[in-house]
Structures are given as C-alpha cells and as structure tokens.
C-alpha cells in the first residue's frame, strides 16, 4: 500500500514547513510561551490564509472537503515546530461538533466564520474527577422557558482563553448535549493558567448561563456519539502531531550525537548509542504507520454506513493511541538520556518535546484507557 502523501498533500506540507521553519522557529515560540496570552495572532492568520481551518469540512459549510489524512502533514509540521495554538481543538472538535450537529441556519450562521479563522471555537467537555469519561455527569442545562440555563464548570479547556465560542456538552433530561455558548457570556468565568507542554487552558465555570432555543446543536440527548466520532477524529491527528514532535526529537538527539565528544571522539561513534539511536529511528516510523492507519479509519468511517464501521474506527483509533503513547515515552526519555543533564534544561528544545509528547500520551485517554476500549470492542 502506498503511504506517501498526494501532490496537494505535500505541497500543503511543504508551505506549512517553510512558515514554521521561517517565522515559528524555537525561540519565536518561547517568545509566544511567555507573552500575555500564550497565542501567537499572526500564525493564526497564516494558518488559516493556507486554508489550514478549511480542509476537514465540507465544500458547502465553505471548506475544502478532506479529512485526516489530508490534515496529517501539516499536524506532523505542527508537531516538529511544537505549536501552541490551539488548532486542534478549533478544527477537530469544536467546529466538527457544530458542521455535524448544527442545523443549516446554525451552520450558516457560525460556520464561515470558524472555518475562515476569523473567530474562534473550542470544546469544553472534561469535568473535574470524571478523567476520560466524554458523556457530561455534573454539568446541567435545564429549560427556562424559551430558554436553556447552564450549571456546572468544565476542566482543561485548550484554548478557552482565547476562543468567541464555546462548543459545552451538558446533561438533560434525554440526555448528553451540546450547546453554543458565548465565551464572554453572563455567568461565564474563565479561570486560566499553562499546561506543562505551553499550551494556555483554563477551568471554564458555568452559573446560570441562559442560552437561548437556537444554542442547542443537533437534537436533545443525541450528542454522544458525535462527541466520541470528534474525540477520535482529534486522536487521529494527535498522533500525527506527536509523529512530528518524535521525528524532531530523533533529529536533535542524532545531531547532538555527531557533534558532542568524549574521549576525543563524537559519542555517536560509540556502537552501544548507535544501537539506541537505531531503536528510536524504528519505533517513530512504526508511529508514524499506526497514526496513517489511524487516520485512514476515522475517514473511511466518515463516509461509511456499514453497521461495524464505529466500532472498527473505534478499536483502530484505541490502538494506535496505545502505540503512539508507547512510542512516545520511549522516544522522549531516551532523547533527553542521550542529551544528558543538558536534555532537561529550558534551553534545549529537545526538553519541551519531551513535555509535549508526555502531555499526547495522556490527552482522550492514556494508555489504560485506550487498552480497555478496544478489549470491550474486540
């Protein structure tokens, strides 16, 4: 089977490579990192002047059409200059929640907008001591009338801070829900802080929140489903984003092993750092196929209407979690155990990608939990 992107998919690559690489070099981001509000405006404007936060909807909605597969590479480039913005959570889970849910006036409504860039969305879904569980326990909408009234408080919200919408899942009487909430809305608090891989998140508490009829996306009780098609849409091009952050640690540490001696000879001449420089180089392109697989599922169960297609995306989407996260951690400590004291230091990028990979293994589920969907599935 042949893996390598398309022409449009590497051109798309190409141009996403060459901006990070000109304008979102390491020290640019560390710039990005410490400022006000962790969120770089200008990269925001060029990701989505290169048709990045069009690509994975439909030609109608005003998007491109494609999937994950198209949106790999540049997730992998994403991963390599480790970007802080949040156009994962804008792209894969709220604006697809609301492409998927959102009625035609709703779509026509928010959409263009989302998917020009011009504003921006995110998910709030995570309650405090609910872990990885995606069905909403503590956070309520009650009717009010014409109206609905939101309680409750969501957790590590990526990119709250800087987001116009929130897309919230709330339990009502049928059920899981999803709702459009302004960020600046009454009873909206946004309680912010970094995350250790440098992304901005942020509590989001909920008291009294009215939204009105039209807020509510898709049906009353239906949300689920959507909510877990967007979560392992996410994954897929989570584990294209670490393939990019393991590539460019296997990168450094080989450059630093060709240029830091001992004894008079570069380290990397020493047969026992070979054999681990070796294992790393194996263990990412294995990453790499499991994340293309990934990728290739969540597509081909868009379009399907086969009775298994959710549970073989699901089991896919879980096993591949499991490999990247795997492969994650192997790539990252050895990175740093190869850098020696050097490799945990601020100055040294090879530190913040073994932060960033930690913070993939762990986000939609770890390897636990990933583990005991796909035994339930299989």
Excluded at 313 to 322: D, L
């Amino acid at each position: 089977m042949d893996f390598e992107y398309n022409e449009e998919q590497q051109l798309l690559a190409d141009s996403v490579s060459k901006y990070l690489a000109k304008a979102y070099d390491f020290e640019s981001r560390k710039q990005v990192i410490n400022s006000s509000t962790g969120f770089n405006d200008a990269a925001w404007t060029a990701f989505s002047e290169m048709g990045l936060t069009a690509i994975p909807f439909a030609q109608a909605d005003g998007g491109f059409g494609g999937g994950a597969v198209d949106m790999m590479a540049a997730m992998e480039a994403f991963g390599e200059a480790l970007v802080v913005e949040p156009v994962l959570d804008h792209i894969a889970l709220a604006t697809r929640l609301v492409a998927k849910t959102g009625s035609e006036a709703q779509r026509a409504g928010v959409l263009p907008a989302l998917i020009d860039g011009s504003r921006k969305a995110t998910f709030a879904y995570l309650e405090r001591g609910q872990r990885f569980t995606l069905e909403p326990q503590t956070t309520t909408a009650t009717p009010s009338g014409a109206q609905w009234k939101l309680d409750g408080e969501k957790v590590v919200v990526v990119g709250a801070t800087v987001a116009d919408v929130l897309v919230v899942s709330a339990r009502t009487g049928a059920g899981a829900s999803l709702f459009l909430v302004d960020r600046t809305a009454p009873g909206v608090s946004v309680s912010a802080y970094r995350t250790v891989d440098g992304q901005r998140a942020a509590d989001v508490s909920l008291r009294g929140v009215m939204v009105g009829a039209d807020a509510l996306l898709g049906t009353q009780g239906g949300a689920l489903p959507h909510i877990e098609e967007a979560v392992d849409f996410a994954t897929a091009l989570l584990c294209a984003e670490a393939v990019g952050a393991m590539k460019s640690a296997n990168d450094a540490t080989l450059e630093y092993l060709k240029t830091r001696k001992q004894f008079g000879a570069p380290i990397g001449s020493f047969q026992a750092l070979q054999h681990r420089m070796v294992d790393m180089y194996i263990t990412c392109e294995q990453a790499r196929s499991m994340a293309i697989l990934a990728a290739c599922r969540v597509d081909a169960a868009a379009s399907s209407t086969e009775p298994g297609a959710v549970a073989t995306r699901k089991a896919a989407i879980s096993s591949a979690k499991v490999s990247i996260a795997e492969s994650a951690r192997k790539i990252s400590q050895e990175s740093v155990q190869l850098h020696g004291g050097m490799g945990m230091t601020e100055e040294m990028k090879v530190s913040h990608t073994f932060r960033r990979l930690t913070v993939i293994a762990q986000r939609f589920g770890d390897v636990d939990h990933h583990l005991e969907r796909y035994a339930a599935l299989t």
